[in-house]
């Protein structure tokens, strides 16, 4: 709340004495120019960001991804190897197939996945009753804290060789294993994590949930169509594009899962490369072994799939999103 | 009538209300259970002996004991304490950096009219889905050549200052737009300059916006590791998540309890701001898509 104060020294304040003319400002003359300026002014900070932390960066990173650089490197020393970051990766690196392959496993298992169970749940906390706030809320709290340290830690204790996740099978007569050591299911334990941290999609259903008209079941209900029926012609129509929206900025969050990858794997992506997500790999090649050079050349390639990946979801949805008129979202 | 989940469970049973509710309840109840495992074992672990971590399922420890937090505190050469505040300087400098930065961009996208206007929205737009993974290592590159890197305040805060959290400046534009216009011109007779909009109009009435921004920046940073992993190297300098990740460096599984108790220290005060924040959180995320 002290925030409000806190923006205080950012603009000083101008009384504007000047004859003021009602609706001046909106003409395409006069006013123009006054906001004009008082555009860029506003605007001046997200501009030098935008130059000067995006930007510029990303085309040196584009620069550099055609050269052999290290941190250590002086930018004399700096030498063009053309295409040589790109052939390398493409044909002499199994560990760049083994990152792409883990990610692309992880995001299309732990995506479905975690939708469903987003959806499922919000439609049973769909209707209003007393306490529903709180289960909202409860069912929420792992998305919030899932993205942090400590949850990865205690996700490797759960699922280590005596951890409490083979104390709850032993229950059952079932033998487990070190799941987090084992190169077969220490993914799995991280797709477990992410699907875990289903309340954020959740939330966003439980809003486009309410914006789905009353009468439409109401007509249903009437022609005699059964609940399923419904489900499926009403629902589901009204709620693909509030899917569509989880699902786009779901797998786009999917492909940059890093920080579980990490800690489960104490920074290595093992056992045997199985939990190597690209972003690990990106951070390893860049920041353990210093090789900024061919990193820079893995981030493009990274920004171009998600670019292709965009592009394919949006062009995909036109055949199974519906928007309703007036549907702006 | 009814929502279709619960429809579909009432027309199977004959007593629409009762029967429906309850399964309903029964099968929310399962789930959040489920869910909220995690979280209340590693609690309860924290306070159990080291023996028992390992092979006890349940939630309650056998033996009460708060060992753990005086010697997971005291675990490494520099103290939690210090990491704490090391946390809490820089959540706190973000916080206040990025909400100024964000608001006064924001500001000039909803409410002013400028040339290339639209080109600029639209290149906010595009920056909002570049994953920060691509951009680490060039800001790292550009960060080290202005020979930042051992001052790691300054890469850690200087981005957020310049407002390239465009999902943020997204957030207050979409509330900016809700904000009646004609208090601009009612202002703007009054004689008020765009600044004095901004000033009189725009800020008071931009505070829930502000709040929710605040809450979420902190949490973020609070929980943001990639990018302290990356700027953090002294010890000295180590926030929590850095500090926590220590303890599978180091010691192994001995010090499970210490790094347990730590962790449940680390996930305090985000608890705390949902606890305090919790109905915002939750509908705050409703029309933004916001994520922990």
Known sequence: MALTTASAPVVPEQPGRRAPAAGKQRGPGGGHGRQGVAGYVFLSPWLLGLMGVTAIPMLLSLYLSFTDYSVFSSWEDVEWIGLEN????????????????????????????????????????????????????????????????????????????????????????????????????????????????FGAPMVIFLAGLKQVPVELYEAASVDGASPSRQFWHVTMPMLSPVIFFNLVLETIRGFQGFTSAFVVSNGTGGPVDSTLLYTLYLYKRGFAEFEMGYASALAWVFLAAIGILTVVLFSTGRFWVHYADGNDR | MTAPAVARLATIRRNRFTIGQAVRLAVLIAGLLLVLYPLAWVIGSSFKSDAEIASNISVLPTEFTASHYTAGWNSFDVSFTRFFINSSVIALLTVVANAVSCLVAAYAFARLRFPMRGFWFAIMIGTLLLPGDVLIIPQYIVFNTLGWIDTPLLPLIVPKALATEAFFVFLMVQFMRGIPRDLDEAATIDGCSPYGVFWHVILPLSRPALVTTAIFSFIWTWNDFFTQLVYLNDLEDYTVPIALRLFIDSTGQSSLGAMFAMSVLSLLPVFLFFVAFQRMLVEGINTSGLKG
Not at chain 1, 89 to 102: E, I, K, L, N, S
Not at chain 1, 106 to 124: H, I, Q, W
């Open chain 1, 86 to 197: 790109y052939r390398e990766m493409f044909t002499g690196d199994p560990q760049f197939y083994r990152a792409v392959t883990v990610t692309l496993v992880y995001a299309l298992v732990m995506v479905p996945l975690k939708l469903a169970a987003a959806l499922a749940v919000a439609l049973l906390l769909n209707r209003a009753w007393r306490g529903v706030g709180l289960f909202r809320g409860l069912f929420y709290l792992p998305s919030l804290l899932g993205g942090s340290v400590a949850l990865a830690l205690v996700w490797s204790a759960l699922f280590a060789g005596d951890g409490a996740v083979n104390e709850f099978l032993a229950f059952f007569g079932i033998t487990g294993q070190a799941w987090v050591n084992d190169p077969d299911y220490a993914l799995g334990t991280l797709i477990i994590l992410g699907v875990w941290q």
